[in-house]
């Protein structure tokens, strides 16, 4: 194992970028014993089973979107995932060492195939590890506690509203700033726009963490509930592959530059818009 690491093309990249991969993936494994000794939550057999039984239906949803198709990488711009729905999921609803679990399991489920680079891989668990682990700890300090049953947000509670809207930013936050600090620090010559994601990717954040916040809530009413979040996020799968197929057709493989087709198309638009405004 080790000779496999020595060989990683990790140790190839900037000194300054291979120095914060490695500090993001060791520093998962340094936050977690802290939360668990500030929250003194007791062991339960129940979370280890809602622990199982949320990864087993994140694995059927991934397994179904990836037969629809996987969003492509693309060097310099953040990937496109849907893990985060399910890690949020869980960071609401279980305590730190769930979050970090989840995140090694599902993580390179979901980008297997997609990221050849092993430390690309453990870099992407422990970047969404920590940005669960940030969307958890606010919202235990905000809120002092998690979604549970017959603790759902109402009109009249608008303290546990606040803080799940709180986590969710944070969660945002944490793994926006992460995946464009790494890409900005290997890539020195990729704009910081670029790095952050434009966006359709941005809408797809945010639109991937209103699920997992409404997958925690249906398994606060009835574990059963949850599967209603899988088509949802099967359907968001496939408007990332359409985006993407919109954006290649739009533009010419060999030079970057758009094709004629989108080029007259902008060009009709942009005629149209002039004589209405005549």
């Known amino acids: 194992m080790l000779a496999a690491i020595r060989g990683w093309a990790l140790w190839r990249l900037p000194w300054r970028g291979a120095l914060f991969i490695v500090a993001v993936i060791v520093l998962p494994a340094a936050v977690v014993p802290v939360l668990v000794a500030a929250e003194h939550r007791p062991f339960h057999w129940?979370?280890?089973q809602t622990l199982l039984e949320l990864c087993l239906v994140a694995v059927a949803s991934i397994e179904v979107a990836r037969r629809v198709g996987m969003p492509t990488l693309v060097r310099g711009?953040?990937?496109?995932?849907?893990?985060?729905?399910?890690?949020?999921?869980?960071?609401?609803?279980?305590?730190?060492?769930?979050?970090?679990a989840a995140a090694a399991l599902l993580v390179p489920l979901l980008v297997r195939g997609v990221l050849p680079a092993a430390y690309r891989r453990v870099f992407n668990a422990a970047?969404?590890?920590?940005?669960?682990?940030?969307?958890?700890?606010?919202?235990?300090?905000?809120?002092?506690?998690?979604?549970?049953?017959?603790?759902?947000?109402?009109a009249h509670n608008w303290r546990l509203v606040w803080a799940l809207a709180v986590a969710l930013v944070s969660y945002e936050l944490v793994n926006v700033a992460l995946v464009a600090?790494?890409?900005k620090l290997t890539e020195p010559g990729v704009r910081l726009r670029q790095a952050v994601g434009d966006t359709p990717t941005l809408v797809a954040d945010l639109t991937a963490l209103a699920l997992g916040l409404l997958a925690a809530l249906a398994w606060s009413v009835s574990p059963a509930l949850v599967l209603a979040v899988v088509p949802p996020v099967v359907l968001l799968q496939r408007a990332l592959i359409h985006e993407e197929l919109r954006e290649a057709a739009q533009t010419d493989g060999k030079t970057g530059l758009a094709t004629a087709v989108h080029w007259l198309g902008l060009a009709r638009r942009s005629i149209g818009r002039a004589?209405?405004?005549e």
């Open 46 to 48: 129940l979370d280890v």
């Open 77 to 100: 711009r953040p990937y496109r995932d849907l893990v985060s729905v399910w890690l949020v999921a869980i960071a609401l609803l279980l305590p730190a060492p769930y979050v970090l």
């Open 127 to 154: 970047g969404l590890a920590l940005a669960g682990l940030s969307a958890h700890t606010v919202l235990w300090l905000a809120a002092d506690g998690h979604v549970v049953p017959r603790t759902l947000p109402t």
């Open 181 to 183: 600090l790494a890409i």
């Open 275 to 277: 004589a209405h405004d």
